[in-house]
DNA sequence: CCGTTACTCGTTTTT
DNA sequence: CGAGTAACGG
């Protein structure tokens, strides 16, 4: 090991490496070089022991971090420093870290180990599904905001039960009632939420003093990065498991605390010394990221907070230049401008693209950008919106992969149960949730004695079928790993082939997305490092991936929103949009503590930046299909103008660099977008058919012979299903393709040849 | 039962 | 403008 490392430390940061026991808080500033604190602190705990001079087991070390991407990165550079030991440390997101926890501990709580997890669409979807049981209406009572209100309670360990004290309005009577029943659901559905990754484990620490006990002694040292961000649930589980050695370090940034909107409480930070009176504090102040101007900025507006622990963030950087404030007439206007500033300043500068981010309030805002690059051909990668796990048909498939190992798992039983059609319609579900809960039994006993619970049914056989299907799926994944589970659910449900049948631009890259998914899990299932190849395994991790864990490598410029960039650095950052109502956001405006969170935000994004920073905005904007004007932001305001240059000289600089960029376009003339996939559907040819149309007897018509629909045209019969009113004939058309038509409605012409 | 069409309503931010 | 829902015709 390289025992140089701590002459790389300023003395803040040597002392928050060096002070191994006891609880402390660092208080880092932006860019104060934190993460390298962190991994030489861990680095410094393994080798040299504590400050009892024993060695620290790597086994013993619990570090929490606030993305996956994080607790990777970090680990492998500690790896870089003591070797594989960095492997043992336990190491991720509060979530991934105590599901894995749950998993082994499951049957205490009462769940089986193959637990379900269901993100934000999932419980939302349970919301809605008992809104309509309970005959609420959904249009008053939205099923988002009501998912909201129960999850802030789970954040504040208020069960549903104790919820019956809070209700005073209707809104509450009703999350009270929704909430009960919620919480029933995801039990008997072995599935839990976000929330119940955090409130679990309180649960059992709390009626398992012997498995607390075990995980105290366990995690002798803990590591809390981003500690602003905890809430309520988070900050109790490192009470609890800090109760015995109080070796507890957290770190982070009062300033940067943005995540109050999903329950993070700042007091956690603000609070840390009357929790532990003899913690010590270390405040890391001298930033090694951006220049003093931009500095400069981020303080003028930050200071204008009142809650704030006193801090002076200083840099001993070069002077940079003056922030430029862009201004423009149409959102159009602003990502013109802004594509046209990185084209030229990447030669000037000579920087790579993914030396630029372009940072917004709202995902929406990243269209209108995109859009702009893609006029200049400038590769940019969108980080979040829509993220590829999200997309429908990997949910769907997915939900496949779901109900094979969880057969309680309601809302993906839901999900696919008629997807692709199998003749199983809302009416019969309903029917089967019915009678489950009526006889108390799962779903899955429903489904697979169908003919018991729905006698003399017209759709049991349909129903037996799926059931029986999803019984192989369960059989095959006994015997096999994730890869060849996973291939062989696709090519077996149906999925695959009512795909492949649409040819629109958009199917085809569905059918990309399900290869891309089956190469992950190749990836998966071939990493020699990983002992569980199942695919119950592969799902615990896939859901609980961030936006910021996905990274392709390719050289684009980068586009997010601040949340999602907290953390990252870059050499020139844009902040676009930066507009009164939208940041800070109209929503914000009601109270001191919502708009210093905006605040907090803005000083987020600001400090990203290492050499350049754009603060744009423009004078009209499109919000919901209508231009409305809109005015600077307050926090642009809020800056000594003195430090602002109010015009970029963008086009001066883009006439020195347009021959480059024309020879850049000229090497990279295959570049397309995803999104510029075109989204038109097919239209159907003219026909020349001027005769008269008369509809034949269904009974006369037979599997082979030419027929016409008034709208699809001219087709084959491909095949005939059913009898009197429900009888369907398959048929394929010339314009459309492949059609299934129930011929007591659509009408087909005979056509002599 | 299924697909198409006409309307409504919304944007914070995410593990 | 676009996603998501209700209503309807085949």
Same mark, same amino acid.
């Given at each position: 090991?390289?025992?140089?490392?701590?002459?790389?430390?300023?003395?803040?940061?040597? %002392?928050?490496? /060096?002070?191994?026991?006891?609880?402390? $808080?660092?208080?880092?500033?932006?860019?104060?070089?934190?993460?390298?604190?962190?991994?030489?602190?861990?680095?410094?705990?393994?080798?040299?022991? &504590?400050?009892?001079?024993?060695?620290?087991?790597?086994?013993?070390?619990?570090?929490?971090? @606030?993305?996956?991407?994080?607790?990777?990165?970090?680990?492998?550079?500690?790896?870089?420093?003591?070797?594989?030991?960095?492997?043992?440390?336990?190491?991720?997101?509060?979530?991934?870290?105590?599901?894995?926890?749950?998993?082994?501990?499951?049957?205490?709580?009462g769940y089986s180990r193959d637990f379900t997890i269901y993100d934000q669409e999932d419980a939302q979807g349970l919301v809605k599904t008992i809104l309509k049981e309970l005959k609420i209406d959904e249009k008053v009572f939205k099923p988002n905001y009501i998912h909201n209100r129960i999850s802030m309670a789970k954040n504040m360990l208020v069960s549903a039960s104790e919820y019956e004290q809070y209700v005073r309005d209707e809104w509450s009577e009703k999350t009270h009632q929704v909430y009960k029943i919620y919480e029933q659901r995801l039990k008997s559905a072995n599935a839990m939420d976000f929330d119940d990754l955090l409130i679990k484990p309180l649960e059992l620490f709390k009626n398992n003093p012997d498995v607390l006990a075990q995980y105290q002694e366990r995690f002798r040292y803990i590591l809390v990065d981003e500690y602003q961000d905890t809430n309520h649930a988070q900050y109790m589980i490192t009470r609890y498991l800090a109760h015995k050695h109080e070796n507890i370090t957290v770190v982070g940034d009062d300033a940067q605390s943005i995540y109050s909107f999903r329950g993070a409480n700042i007091q956690n930070i603000l609070n840390f010394n009357k929790d532990y009176p003899q913690a010590k504090i270390i405040k890391l102040e001298q930033n090694y990221r951006s220049t003093p101007n931009i500095l400069a900025v981020a303080n003028d507006v930050i200071q204008k907070n009142k809650d704030q622990i006193q801090k002076t963030v200083w840099t001993a950087n070069q002077e940079g230049e003056k922030v430029t404030v862009i201004r423009s007439l149409t959102e159009q206007d602003e990502a013109n401008r802004v594509a046209d500033i990185i084209r030229s300043s990447r030669y000037e500068l000579n920087l790579a693209l993914k030396d630029f981010v372009i940072l917004y309030r709202t995902n929406a805002q990243s269209r209108a950008i995109e859009e702009g690059l893609r006029k200049v051909g400038i590769p940019a990668r969108v980080i979040g919106g829509m993220s590829f796990y999200q997309r429908k048909e990997i949910k769907d498939l997915i939900a496949y992969f779901r109900v094979t190992l969880n057969d309680n798992d309601e809302v993906a039983l839901k999900r696919i149960i008629n997807y692709p059609t199998r003749g199983i319609g809302d009416a019969t579900v309903e029917k089967i949730m019915q009678a489950a809960s009526v006889s108390k039994n799962t779903l899955w006993q429903v489904l697979n004695n169908?003919?018991?619970?729905?006698?003399?049914?017209?759709? =049991?056989?349909?129903?037996?079928? #799926?059931?029986?299907?999803?019984?192989?799926?369960?059989?095959?994944?006994?015997?096999?790993?994730?890869?060849?589970?996973?291939?062989?659910?696709?090519?077996?449900?149906?999925? #695959?082939?009512?795909?492949?049948?649409?040819?629109?631009?958009?199917?085809? =890259?569905?059918?990309?997305?399900?290869?891309? *998914?089956?190469?992950?899990?190749? @990836?998966?299932?071939?990493?020699?490092?990983?002992?569980?190849?199942?695919? =119950?395994? #592969?799902?615990?991790?896939?859901?609980? *991936?961030?936006?910021?864990? !996905? =990274?392709?490598?390719?050289?684009?410029?980068?586009?997010?929103?601040?949340? /999602?960039?907290?953390?990252?650095?870059?050499?020139?950052?844009?902040?676009?949009?930066? %507009?009164?109502?939208? @940041?800070?956001?109209?929503?914000?405006?009601?109270?001191?503590?919502? *708009? +210093?969170?905006?605040?907090?935000? @803005?000083?987020?994004?600001?400090?990203?930046?290492?050499?350049?920073?754009?603060?744009?905005?423009?004078?009209?904007?499109?919000?919901?299909?209508?231009?409305?004007?809109?005015?600077a932001s307050r926090f642009i305001k809020e800056i000594n103008p003195e430090l602002l240059n109010l015009e970029g000289k963008a086009s001066q600089i883009i006439r020195k660099h347009e021959k480059n960029h024309q020879e850049?376009?000229?090497? &990279?003339?295959?570049?397309?977008?995803?999104? $510029? *996939?075109?989204?038109?559907?097919?239209? !159907?040819?003219? +026909?020349? #058919?001027?005769?008269?149309?008369?509809?034949?007897?269904?009974?006369? !018509?037979?599997?082979?012979?030419?027929?016409?629909?008034?709208?699809?045209?001219?087709?084959?019969?491909?095949?005939?299903e059913g009898i009197g009113g429900n009888q369907k004939a398959h048929v394929f058309f010339n314009a459309v393709g492949n059609k299934t038509l129930l011929l007591k409605y659509a009408k087909l012409m005979i056509v002599q040849e």
């Open positions: 090991m390289n025992t140089d490392f701590l002459t790389t430390l300023n003395p803040p940061q040597k %002392e928050a490496v /060096t002070t191994t026991d006891g609880p402390i $808080m660092v208080i880092a500033g932006a860019g104060s070089g934190k993460t390298h604190v962190l991994t030489c602190r861990i680095a410094y705990m393994l080798e040299y022991g &504590n400050e009892a001079g024993e060695k620290v087991d790597s086994f013993d070390i619990l570090a929490l971090t @606030f993305t996956n991407k994080a607790a990777k990165e970090m680990r492998e550079r500690i790896e870089k420093m003591v070797g594989t030991e960095a492997r043992n440390i336990w190491m991720g997101t509060f979530h991934s870290i105590f599901s894995r926890i749950l998993r082994v501990q499951a049957e205490k709580i169908i003919e018991q619970y729905i006698p003399n049914s017209r759709i =049991s056989g349909a129903v037996q079928d #799926f059931a029986t299907m999803i019984q192989h799926f369960r059989e095959y994944n006994e015997t096999h790993d994730a890869y060849e589970t996973a291939k062989y659910i696709v090519h077996q449900c149906g999925l #695959f082939k009512e795909l492949k049948s649409d040819t629109s631009p958009e199917g085809v =890259s569905r059918i990309e997305n399900i290869q891309e *998914l089956l190469n992950a899990i190749k @990836f998966f299932t071939d990493d020699a490092t990983r002992s569980d190849k199942s695919l =119950s395994f #592969f799902l615990q991790e896939v859901s609980l *991936l961030t936006n910021a864990d !996905l =990274s392709p490598d390719e050289d684009a410029v980068t586009l997010m929103t601040i949340h /999602t960039a907290k953390g990252l650095e870059f050499p020139v950052v844009f902040v676009v949009g930066v %507009e009164e109502d939208l @940041f800070p956001s109209k929503s914000s405006l009601n109270s001191r503590s919502e *708009l +210093e969170e905006e605040r907090r935000l @803005f000083y987020v994004a600001v400090t990203r930046a290492k050499k350049r920073l754009f603060l744009s905005y423009s004078e009209q904007r499109y919000r919901f299909g209508n231009i409305s004007d809109s005015t850049y376009l000229q090497k &990279n003339l295959h570049y397309t977008t995803k999104s $510029m *996939l075109s989204t038109q559907k097919a239209v !159907l040819p003219k +026909e020349d #058919f001027n005769g008269e149309f008369i509809p034949c007897n269904p009974a006369d !018509l037979q599997v082979g012979m030419q027929v016409r629909h008034e709208k699809f045209g001219k087709g084959k019969i491909t095949g005939l």
